[in-house]
């Protein structure tokens, strides 16, 4: 699994090495320190994952996100930063990128959440994740609204045959994420999230996410 990293911090740039360097399957193909450094290393193969900070001495690593992302959707782009608002966080996700750590994570938090990445999942920060799940939760209009809308609206959208809680994790899986990620989002257990989900289906009379969102969306339940 090839690795980039994009980090102008020496300290963390050397942590950060060491860690994807003592990983058996993981190859670190590049640690640059600034955009242009990266968009060099990357202009002739593009990374399995791409680690980025996003206050560069040359620019803002959103840039390169929403670049990466506009050549492959499938670079697992996670970003590790000090920065942990609102601001920094949407308009991360927004240029495409699907993990977001702040720099206080474990080293094995760091680890795990780069394989995660890769399965599939969207690891992010608890503190993070309650702003997501805040704005994602906003009822608002049109599809895209869930990251810039305000977090309440004047009126709920219909819930139809499921509970608050039910339809809170419909439109959190809606987003793509997985049973163990919700439940970090909402503070409860995988086990309970699962036997939501198992009310949803029962209630859609489906048997997969896939055909839950489908179902879901077709009753004009989710945007």
């Known amino acids: 699994m090839n690795v980039m990293l994009v980090e102008d911090d020496a300290a963390f740039r050397c942590g950060f090495s060491k860690l994807i360097r003592a990983e058996p399957d993981f190859n670190l ?16 193969q593009l990374p399995d994952v791409l680690l980025v900070d996003l206050g560069l001495p040359d620019g803002d690593g959103i840039d390169l996100i929403r670049e ?19 601001h920094h966080v949407f308009r991360s996700l927004e240029a ?39 704005r994602l939760m906003s009822p608002a209009g049109t599809p895209g609204n869930a ?37 970090r989002m909402l503070s409860i257990s995988t086990h309970t999230v699962i036997s939501h989900v198992k009310n949803i289906y029962q209630k859609l009379a489906v048997h997969s996410r896939a055909e839950a969102v489908f179902e879901a969306r077709q009753m004009g339940l989710l945007d």
């Open 29 to 44: 193909m590049g640690a640059s320190t600034s955009l242009a450094e990266a968009r060099r290393c990357m202009s002739a």
């Open 68 to 86: 990466v992302y506009e050549r492959s959707r499938y670079v697992n782009t996670m970003v590790v930063s000090v920065f942990g608002d609102e």
């Open 96 to 134: 495409g990128a699907t993990g977001y750590l702040l720099k206080d994570a474990a080293p094995d938090e760091i680890i795990t959440s780069i394989r995660n990445l890769v399965a599939g999942g969207s690891p992010i920060s608890p503190s993070i994740a309650r702003k997501l799940l805040t």
């Open 147 to 183: 990251l810039t809308a305000p977090a309440k609206a004047a009126a709920p959208l219909d819930r139809g045959p499921f509970s608050e809680r039910e339809y809170e994790i419909l439109c959190i899986i809606a987003r793509g994420f997985r049973s163990e990620e919700i439940a």
